[in-house]
Nanobody, 119 residues
Framework: QVQLVESGGGLVQAGGSLRLSCAVSGSIFRINAMAWYRQAPGKQRDLVALITSMGSTNYADSVKGRFTISRDNAKNTVYLQMNSLKPEDTAVYYC?????????????WGQGTQVTVSS
């Protein structure tokens, strides 16, 4: 079955950086769009960044210029480089594999990794 395992979360001061990784198994990774979502306490889960199988990217306005999504098809891994972190970036971050290019469908989810940004 498809499995997504996130890593790289933690506690960081405002202005700092973190890199999240998501290792995927059980699927043909290279043909699927991948995304990162986040969910803060009491809020809905929102899209942070998405990368298609061809490498096109899309970002939430709140993270544009600070976060970068990338993928390594040889390692079946997607990354989220987060720079200039703000306290409002605090959330559980979830990796998401879309079914092929169907980016508006749910697909598969990882278990989430906590990111906490202190002021």
């Amino acid at each position: 079955q498809v499995q997504l395992v996130e890593s790289g979360g933690g506690l960081v001061q405002a202005g700092g950086s973190l890199r999240l990784s998501c290792a995927v198994s059980g699927s043909i990774f290279r043909i699927n769009a991948m995304a990162w979502y986040r969910q803060a306490p009491g809020k809905q889960r929102d899209l942070v960044a998405l990368i298609t199988s061809m490498g096109s990217t899309n970002y939430a306005d709140s993270v544009k210029g600070r976060f970068t999504i990338s993928r390594d098809n040889a390692k079946n891994t997607v990354y989220l480089q987060m720079n200039s972190l703000k306290p409002e970036d605090t959330a559980v971050y979830y990796c998401n594999q879309k079914p092929g290019s169907r980016i508006y469908e749910n697909g598969y989810w990882g278990q989430g990794t906590q990111v906490t940004v202190s002021s």
